[in-house]
């Protein structure tokens, strides 16, 4: 299993071969993280096309970003953070073209939960029904097992608003899990 | 917990995308553009500085070329930049391009001058010795920015390889 040390300086060495500009590299970038970005944008954007459509855009960006990405080793947090911007910006442009709505994207989110599914397990309900704020703050953390730092870089904020956003996620997570139980 | 996962389709897309963004060719042709929009704002700029008796309608008609010269100049610098982007290798083949293709325009420019003791051809000189030295220092950096590169991708190899064995 590859330690964290590993881990960072393969995305440090899969960044500069991209720089470098050796289209191998470009496959391996997709190949390795393609799947991350899809598992925490579909999450966010709740279905299948939505997340395929910010996919690429967000792969656009990175295509284009690349060559100024100054410190090879954040590569994570860079990527999940041009993934939030680029889906932001959508929801942001979804929003505003729809007339005389009061956009409040807490609630959007909550609203946008996944509930047609019917196999989906408890806590992966919760999870879904959490305000989007709290929703990205614990998928980077649980599910992409980014550290608190990333995650601080990818949402632009201090450590300990992340720290706080995970516990108030927690808190929301358990009244959810105990409602339904 | 169930991790969402990316449809084959999405994938195969995103290849075909890479493919595009990233192909030569295309850089390419902007760079050809700039540099063929550079020379010949050059020239124009030359005409305008050195021919002094130049008909009203001729030196408008020569600005308006140099103003869209120059829109042509920040068209493909800003494509170069934001769009079709460069990525190391590609600065250095378009580094070599531009030196080559400014030295030639310059030793042109310089050899018109004296055959034809053209002032023109002489003012069109230095501006490409200007362009050259842009270009010259265009390439310096990117092959510094490779060896800076390739030495930590060196560590990072060592590094990986060691914990590896």
Redesign the interface.
Known sequence: MPTID?KN??D??LA????????AA??DL?SRW??PL??FV??LAGT?DA??EI??DV??RV?????RLRE?SKLRAWLFGIARRTLMDRLRDQYARAPAVEIDVEQIAVESSVDEVDD??V??EA?DGLPLIEREAVSLFY?EELSLNEIAETLGVPVGTVKSRLHRARRLLRQAISKRG | ???????AA??Q???E??AT??SLPSRLRYLCLLLAAATMTAIVTALLLTEAALPVRTSIALEALAVIGVSWVIFAAWVLT??R??????RIVAGRLAVTFCSVFTIGAVALGFAMSSAAAFAAAAMGIAMLAVAIVLLVRARRR?AS??K??AE??R??DG?LS
């Open positions: 590993n300086e393969t440090e060495l500069i071969r991209c720089q470098l500009g050796e289209p470009f496959d997709i393609h799947g899809w598992a579909r999450r299948d997340a395929g996919l690429q792969w656009i295509l284009r970003g690349i060559p090879a989906l397990v806590l992966e999870l599910l | 917990m169930r991790h969402p996962v990316p449809p999405v994938l897309e995103l290849r995308l890479t963004e990233l934001r769009k982007v460069l990525l190391n290798s590609h490779f590169l390739s930590r991708r990072l190899e590094a990986l914990r």
